[in-house]
Structure formats: structure tokens, C-alpha cells
């Protein structure tokens, strides 16, 4: 793995093919059919999704099935829980949250040697769905990416590059989303900020702790996007609680929301997609995706940074290899103030929606490789009302299908309540306020703009925690979360150890912001996660000071 905080700034990358067709035939699934054990759950009641609601019902109840699959070659025997488990007042200890999860565990395994990963999406407002059905989970959704998936019938596979031979998996869904919502007296839009999140997934996490008798198994989180800074604010709220993690993966980041649109961050994702969709001014074409991002990163650094502060005194040589690296020509970059990140007053990424105008095409910014009609009443969608955007639109057909068929079907857990798969209210009314380690205010400025900021709390819990190990995974196709930005920011954190640093990994993929749909960027991020909980795992000294750290803290 490849630390990120190396001298040059220059990011690295792992090669493999882009994403295999999901309309080839696929071999027949493997997994055993349901066992005469299993135990079906229907839940009656009414999660609603809006600020002001709550459920009065504090029951735990869950539906239990039996499964099997094939990984790397071995059988594994697993079962698969889908319910809910009620969260309390760290004060008063009165149920608090009803929090809806789904937990694939291997069978027969010792709790004390079993790591266990804790995964969320992010939004904020998003539910676990993505996250469970694309990525490690023992079963995945098919989908054609980086083409549009045609409608049903869909399908859903057996999947290789699950993480369940490495550690048991559990798919959360913070209040407001899936079926979660508070208690009363509480209210939705009490845990809808920044530390209150961070919080109820704390307590989520020490009751299914305690529920399953995991307290000493090694722990990890996983989250995306929004859910990386989650993660920052969540791991050092459980070391603060007693609970110590072995290790986090951070996918498709988001850490300071000050450098949100930085054309400089922004710069090798742009390169990458004009490299993709073959708009480079470059003779001959690069063909090392990973070498020439790197190129791109030491422009944008340098010459790039310096012409953006000079602008309008430009550098003609500067704006020629500006626009051989983005494939847009000089006098409209001069016109953009040779700001690739920046928008139109309606949202429109301007390099998105200008790259292929010529064919009538838009790029999508979750992946830059997927591409939209741009014209007619299909150019004047609002691009922000919802999953417009032509990545999101070329998958939710899908996700929405195999979610409900998987659960129902497969997971057997069924509810007269809509699965809320994302939560616009949640982020409509989400208080970015966040207090860091420091008892500094990171979250909102004088003027009520958004400035969170959690790559302190990851530093911090890093350097109280000297062994924990973080995986960063970003896609060169990502305009949301930009994959240089992520190495400037880690860089930039407030972390001096250099050994502790040594702990600090970041990869990279020829994919977008869900990294995992692309098949072949899915099987190199599972190597690259198979490696750092092998060396988070199997280090027993590290394991035993996590121990030995989590006790002290816990008395």
C-alpha cells in the first residue's frame, strides 16, 4: 500500500480492467437454498422519514436466515440477520433510536478472534443500500456500468470479492433512513447533525457489541463519502467511550469541506475523464492511466496553482497544456477563469456538461466514464433534484428493484413501511455544527456556510490509537469527492508522527465514486482490504495494546 503523505504529493495507483458487462450471462448462483431454521419477521411498524416523527415501539426484533458461499475457493457458512436494534440515551440509558441493520456473520467462529465491520453510506440522509448491494457483502446487484442498466428483470449474483471470508459484515442505517427513526419523545431531526449522528451510531455500535458478545473482536468501519467523515468523528467518539478500532477504511472522502470545488484537487479527475472519453490534446495518448494522473497532480500543484492565483495576467503556455490536459479549448477556459471545478447558476458542472456538448452529452460526476443525453428537456432537469445526475440514474432502476426483492425474498424481512433509500429531509435539515477534538467549532462559519472539517478527529484518534490502520480508496473518475483532493487533505492533516503515518494508506481505481461498481476496480479494492486487515489482525502486539487501550479507557 501507498502512504500518501509522500514528499511529491503525487498519487499512486493500482491498474486493472474497467468494469466487466453485466449483460454477459452470468454462472448459475451458488448459494444454498433457505434452511428449514430460518426465521421470517414481519414488522408492523410505521418508520416515518420526516423531522418531526418518531415510533413508539422499542422491541428488537430481527429476521434470520441461513446461506453459504464460495470465496476464493472455500465454503463459508453464514447467516444473515435483518432487524432492528434500540439504541439509548448515553444519560438517562432510555431507548432512544430503533436503528434497522443487516449483519452477515460467519458461522461457528470464535467472537474474540472474528473481526467485525461496521458499514454506512453517507448523504448525509443515505441508507446502507449502496453500500450492501455493490460492494462486500456475500451477495451483489449486476449492473452495466459504466453503460446505463436496461429495466427489469434484474439480477443479483453470488459475490467473489465478498469481504465476509476476512470478517463479519453490518450494514447500518443511521436514524431517518432504511427503517430507523427515533423514540419518542425524541425526533428525527435530533440526530440529524454532525456529532448527534456520530453518537447514535456509537451507541448502535456498543449494543450490537453487547447483543452478540463482540466486545473483544477486532472492529472496523467502513464508510463513503459523507460516511468518511463520519468515520472520522465516530472513531474518535468510540476511543473516547472505551472502544478502540483496528482499523477504517475512508471511500471516496470528503474531509474538508472548505476545499469542496478546488480546481486544483479537481484537476487529475478531469484530466482522467478527458483521457477516458479519448478528448486529450496529448499526442501520443498516455496509456498508464495511474502515470499520467500523476502528471496531471505535479500540474496542478504547480503551474496550474500559480496561474489560477495570476488570473486574469495569464501564461499562454500554462492555458495550452491546461487545455491538452482537459480537452477544452483555450478561450473557453480563459472564459471559466480557468477554473475546471467550477458551476453554472443552476448546478451544471461547467467541464461536465462541456466536454461532450458536440455529441449532446453530459458526463456524470459520480463517474465521469457514464454519460447522459444533455439536450431537449433532458438538458433542463434540475440537476440537483435528486438522482438526475447520469451516474445515479444509470443504477437506481436496479438498486431499487433488488433491495426490495433481496430483502423480502431473500433476507426475508418484510414491513408496510417505505424503505427510505434516501432521506432529501434529512439533509435539508442536517446541522453541520461539529465541536473537533480541540473543542473547536469545524462545522459552520458566521455566515452559516458549511466548513466541517474531520480530518482533525482522524488525526487525532491516529495518534491516541498508534495502531490503527486506515485504508483511503478514491475513483480517478470521481468529480464529487476527487481523488487528488483526498491526498492533499490527508497530507495536510494535523498528524506530524511519521511513524504513526506509516499507518496511513491510499489507493486508487479506475472507477467513480462507488468504487465497487466497476467489477475489476471491486476485486482490487477487496485485495487491497485483504491486506490491511491482515496486517491489523494479525499483528498480535498491535491487537493486544488495542485490548489493553480499550480496557483503560472503558474503566
Request: net charge negative; aromatic share 10%; proline share 6%.
Amino acid at each position: 500500500m501507498t502512504n500518501p503523505d509522500s514528499a511529491s504529493g503525487s498519487p499512486q495507483s493500482t491498474h486493472n480492467s474497467h468494469a466487466h458487462s453485466a449483460a454477459a450471462p452470468s454462472p448459475a448462483s451458488t448459494s444454498t437454498p433457505h434452511r428449514a431454521g430460518d426465521q421470517p419477521f414481519f414488522d408492523p411498524v410505521a418508520y416515518g422519514n420526516g423531522p418531526d416523527d418518531s415510533v413508539t415501539d422499542a422491541t428488537e426484533n430481527a429476521a434470520i436466515t441461513k446461506h453459504s458461499i464460495v470465496i476464493g475457493g472455500k465454503k463459508i457458512a453464514y447467516t444473515a440477520t435483518a432487524g432492528h436494534l434500540v439504541t439509548v440515551d448515553s444519560s438517562s440509558s432510555l431507548p432512544s433510536a430503533k436503528m434497522f441493520y443487516v449483519a452477515f456473520t460467519q458461522d461457528n467462529q470464535k467472537e474474540d478472534s472474528r473481526p467485525v465491520t461496521f458499514f454506512y453510506n453517507g448523504g448525509p440522509g443515505s441508507s446502507s443500500v449502496f453500500v450492501l448491494l455493490g460492494s462486500f457483502a456475500p451477495r451483489r446487484i449486476k449492473t452495466s456500468m459504466p453503460g446505463f442498466t436496461p429495466p427489469a428483470p434484474y439480477q443479483m449474483e453470488d459475490n467473489p470479492d465478498s469481504l465476509l471470508d476476512k470478517s463479519d459484515l453490518v450494514f447500518l442505517n443511521p436514524v431517518g433512513t432504511g427503517y430507523s427513526a427515533a423514540i419518542a419523545p425524541n425526533k428525527n431531526r435530533n440526530f440529524w447533525g454532525v456529532d448527534e449522528d456520530a453518537d447514535s451510531i456509537k451507541q448502535f455500535i456498543k449494543r450490537y457489541l453487547t447483543k452478540n458478545n463482540r466486545w473483544n473482536s477486532p472492529k472496523f468501519l467502513y464508510g463513503e463519502s459523507y460516511g468518511t467523515a463520519r468515520s472520522c468523528v465516530l472513531a474518535y467518539k468510540l476511543h473516547e467511550d472505551g472502544v478502540d478500532l483496528n482499523g477504517v477504511t475512508l471511500q471516496s472522502s470528503i474531509l474538508d469541506y472548505t476545499q469542496s470545488g478546488n480546481p486544483v484537487g479537481a484537476l487529475p479527475t478531469a484530466a482522467a475523464d478527458a483521457w477516458f472519453h479519448k478528448k486529450l490534446g496529448i499526442a501520443p495518448t498516455p496509456t498508464d492511466l495511474g502515470a499520467f494522473a500523476e502528471e496531471v497532480a505535479q500540474f496542478a500543484r504547480t503551474d496550474y496553482l500559480a496561474a489560477l492565483r495570476k488570473f486574469p495576467t495569464t501564461d499562454d503556455a500554462t492555458i495550452e497544456k491546461l487545455s491538452e490536459y482537459t480537452g477544452i479549448d483555450k478561450t473557453t477556459l480563459i472564459a471559466w477563469s480557468l477554473d475546471v471545478a467550477a458551476y453554472d447558476s443552476r448546478g451544471n458542472s461547467l467541464f461536465l456538461t462541456t466536454l461532450l456538448k458536440s455529441k449532446g452529452l453530459a458526463l456524470g460526476s459520480y463517474d465521469g466514464r457514464v454519460t447522459a443525453i444533455d439536450t431537449g428537456i433532458a438538458g433542463q432537469v434540475d440537476p440537483n433534484s435528486g438522482g438526475n445526475d447520469p451516474t445515479m440514474t444509470a443504477v437506481t432502476g436496479v438498486y431499487t428493484t433488488m433491495w426490495n426483492t433481496y430483502l423480502n425474498e431473500q433476507l426475508k424481512f418484510t414491513s408496510n413501511s417505505s424503505f427510505t433509500d434516501l432521506n432529501d429531509q434529512a439533509f435539508a435539515n442536517w446541522d453541520f455544527g461539529h465541536i473537533d477534538p480541540t473543542g473547536a467549532q469545524k462545522g459552520l462559519d458566521a455566515q452559516g456556510n458549511v466548513i466541517l472539517y474531520t480530518a482533525g478527529d482522524l488525526a487525532a484518534v491516529m495518534a491516541l490509537n498508534v495502531d490503527l490502520k486506515v485504508l483511503s480508496a478514491n475513483g480517478f473518475y470521481d468529480f464529487v469527492t476527487p481523488f487528488y483532493q483526498t491526498v492533499l487533505d490527508l497530507q495536510q492533516m494535523p498528524l506530524v508522527s511519521a511513524q504513526v503515518r506509516q499507518n496511513l494508506s491510499a489507493r486508487f481505481y479506475p472507477s467513480g465514486h462507488m468504487v465497487y461498481l466497476d467489477g475489476g476496480s471491486r476485486t482490487a479494492l477487496k485485495a487491497d482490504l485483504a491486506k490491511m486487515y491482515d496486517s491489523a489482525v494479525t499483528n498480535t502486539a498491535a491487537v493486544g495494546r488495542i485490548r489493553a487501550l480499550q480496557v483503560r479507557r472503558a474503566s
